[in-house]
């Protein structure tokens, strides 16, 4: 009886040793597992950190390059004003050193000087009216100036009596023995045709001697030819 409950009890020694065994064989698993994947995480933050830090040097060597160039350019516009300054300051002083010297050599005074203020006030007002004059001289050549004569082309007006006009053509001569001297677009507008149109009954007109047209500005004048108020067998 005592040998076999003394197997019994190693049984369970043993069984006993096995579970915890395997308990923690299974504790040690997950824990490696857990280890390795903190130790995974901890080197993906390592990564980015290390590309964040990478990046911000990056832009750190740029913004520092930058201020480089920044800095040289103060430093250059810095010499180039105290150049700029030096040489006003050396301006200045020809100057101050120019009027000592004029001072001295001429010793004008105050006589002098209302007398030139005096003769330079009369110049002005000389040249005023030179130039008033001028305008008046001006005013009149032009006011004598002949005009230029208006050139006035009329052709054939002899066919003024025999020729049959349309109506269109009727409407065009009576609308300017009426309304008297107009240019190509506003008979345009009157007789509603197109512009292409009108200028070949314009044109006709002044060849047949119907209208006078004055070429001297552009566009053209035209006129109703004054013989045909003496022949109004010519307006049908």
Do not use: C
Not at 47 to 66: A, G, M, N, P
Not at 76 to 93: G, S, W
Not at 95 to 112: E, P, Q
């Amino acid at each position: 009886m005592i040998v076999q409950q003394v197997s019994v009890n190693d049984l369970v020694i043993i069984g006993s040793t096995v579970i915890f065994a395997l308990v923690t064989v299974i504790f040690a698993v997950v824990y490696y597992k857990k280890i390795f994947y903190v130790k995974a995480e901890y080197n993906d933050a390592k990564s980015v950190i290390h590309s964040v830090i990478l990046t911000f040097r990056r832009r750190q060597d740029e913004y520092d390059e930058k201020l480089t160039h920044v800095t040289g350019d103060v430093e250059r516009l810095h010499t180039t004003t105290e150049n700029l300054t030096e040489q006003n300051n050396r301006i200045e002083r020809m100057v101050d050193s120019l009027i000592t010297s004029v001072k001295s050599t001429f010793t004008i005074n105050k006589k002098v000087v209302e007398r030139v203020e005096a003769m330079t006030e009369e110049i002005g007002n000389l040249s005023k009216m030179q130039q008033n004059m001028q305008k008046q001289l001006t005013g009149i050549e032009e006011r004598t100036k002949t005009p230029e004569p208006v050139k006035v082309e009329t052709l054939r007006e002899e066919k003024s009596a025999t020729v049959q006009l349309t109506e269109t053509e009727n409407q065009i001569v009576q609308f300017l023995l009426n309304e008297g001297p107009k240019t190509a677009p506003e008979v345009e507008k009157k007789i509603e045709k197109t512009r292409e149109h009108t200028a070949r009954l314009m044109k006709k007109l002044w060849q047949e001697g119907f209208i006078e047209r004055d070429t001297h500005r552009i566009p053209f004048i035209y006129r109703a030819n004054e013989k045909l108020k003496e022949r109004p067998e010519a307006r049908v």
